[in-house]
């Protein structure tokens, strides 16, 4: 079944939000995404595999050329180096791609240090609210720290490393030696952290696995890489990446290795962990919440339909009176802090 009704539309940035991103240092000087849309050809991007990747490399005029590798480059030191110009002064541009069929449609930007050939990249796109929200959520209640920076509109976003979740399930999940209950563990996780903060539309294309060897035994984390659908869809279901069918090698993995007594273990274990997340940002996050409250980032039939639908689940008919999806992600949330 698809969960996901049509394509995304994107929301402009409020007063109130672009605000708290001035306060906290996220809206800074940066290219503007119009310079990178005045490419004059493109091929293909192709893979080692004879694959086309539904991404295009880009060219620009010689004469432009110089200019937008060094806006890039400057970039690239604001986004991880607070404008520490010094660290770019081996980098290179190697390559920019576009994703023409993304909501987005961002540009993706491969930049290789000379000394030894090390590369990294970085996200230039349209700027839309509803995506800002959920770095930002994603930066103060998950495990993993999101750097971003926006300018007008705008949005730069770090490249988020990982094992796509479609390939880790078609070369790893059936490796005999991989911990599945390490991996069921982490989905359930995963799961609860989508539905507490309102992330829509994760399925196995839209997480990365991140896997990190130890002495005795190898981690595993599973990290949203797109915040498209952050409390925009009206379907409950949409938040729970258990319910898309994409997902069900992970799902089955959790039945196969889980019990329900331990799967709540792990659920009440990551809502704990939220809760002190909160503590130790409680002040951001009350201005970010403060500012979605307010904002439209979605539409009011998708607002009535997962009120009515969260009323239902959590049997509390406060979700009835939220007017906005950023109020019922702040009900959500408080609901979680006083349990």
């Known amino acids: 079944m698809n969960l996901i009704s049509k394509k995304k539309i994107p929301f402009k940035i409020s007063q109130a939000l672009r605000a708290f991103l001035k306060q906290y240092g996220r809206e800074q000087p940066a290219i503007n995404y119009n310079d990178l849309v005045r490419y004059d050809s493109s091929i293909s991007l192709i893979n080692a595999k004879g694959e086309d990747t539904l991404w295009e490399t880009v ?20 986004l991880l180096a607070h404008k520490d110009l010094s660290v770019i002064e081996h980098l290179y541009i190697d390559r920019i791609d576009l994703c023409p069929f993304g909501n987005s449609q961002p540009f993706r930007i491969r930049i290789v240090n000379k000394m030894n050939d090390n590369f990294d990249y970085f996200y230039v796109k349209n700027a839309d609210s509803s995506r800002i929200y959920g ?35 078609k070369s790893y999940l059936g490796d005999p030696n991989i911990s599945k209950i390490r991996i069921a563990k982490e989905f359930v996780k995963f799961n609860e952290r989508c539905f507490i903060r309102l ?16 002495f005795e035994e190898t981690h595993y984390r599973i990290r949203a890489i797109d915040f498209d659908q952050q409390s925009y ?23 196969d290795v889980m019990t329900p007594e331990s799967m ?5 274990e990551e809502r704990s962990l939220i809760r002190n997340r909160i503590k130790n940002s ?39 009176m939220c007017k906005s999806m950023g109020a019922i992600v702040k009900l959500n949330l408080e609901m979680l802090w006083k349990k």
């Open 199 to 214: 992330l829509g539309d994760m399925h196995s294309s839209n997480f990365v696995v991140d896997i990190t060897p130890d």
């Open 59 to 78: 060219f620009y005029p010689q004469n432009e050329l110089t200019e937008i590798h060094n806006s890039l480059k400057e970039v690239y030191s604001s």
């Open 264 to 268: 709540y273990q792990y659920q009440l």
């Open 282 to 320: 409680e002040e951001v996050l009350k201005k970010l919440l403060a500012a979605m409250v307010e904002d439209r980032i979605s539409f009011d039939e998708h607002v009535h339909q997962l009120r009515s639908d969260m009323a239902k689940h959590f049997k509390d008919k406060r979700f009835l």
């Open 233 to 255: 869809e009206g379907r409950k279901k949409v938040y729970l990446p258990q319910y898309f069918k994409q997902n069900y090698a992970f799902v089955k993995v959790g039945m």
């Open 135 to 169: 770095l930002e959520l994603e930066h103060h209640l998950s495990p993993n720290r999101i750097n971003y920076l926006v300018d007008g509109n705008t949005l730069i976003e770090e490249h988020i490393a990982g094992i796509p979740g479609d390939q880790f399930i």
